[in-house]
């Protein structure tokens, strides 16, 4: 028997289904979001593909917080 490294099985990077659904808009909207002037999602183009970094996304929503203890900082 192998012993493989255990990576994460968490993706490093969504496809724009998976990244609409996680920012709970529609794909029209996420597409806007990525190519908008400022602040534009975070994203990886390979080719015609666009994929994105779920970190990014993590930060980005941290970024757009409003009210609450957000306030503070």
Do not use: C
Request: glycine share 6%; no cysteine; proline share 8%.
């Amino acid at each position: 028997m192998h012993e493989r490294n255990q990576v994460d099985s968490a993706p490093i990077l969504v496809g724009p289904k998976e990244a609409a659904r996680l920012l709970s808009v529609s794909p029209r909207k996420l597409w806007a979001m990525t190519f908008a002037d400022e602040p534009a999602l975070p994203h990886v183009k390979m080719g015609r593909l666009v994929r994105y970094p779920v970190t990014g996304l993590q930060a980005h929503i941290e970024a757009m917080l409003k009210g609450g203890q957000n306030e503070n900082r």
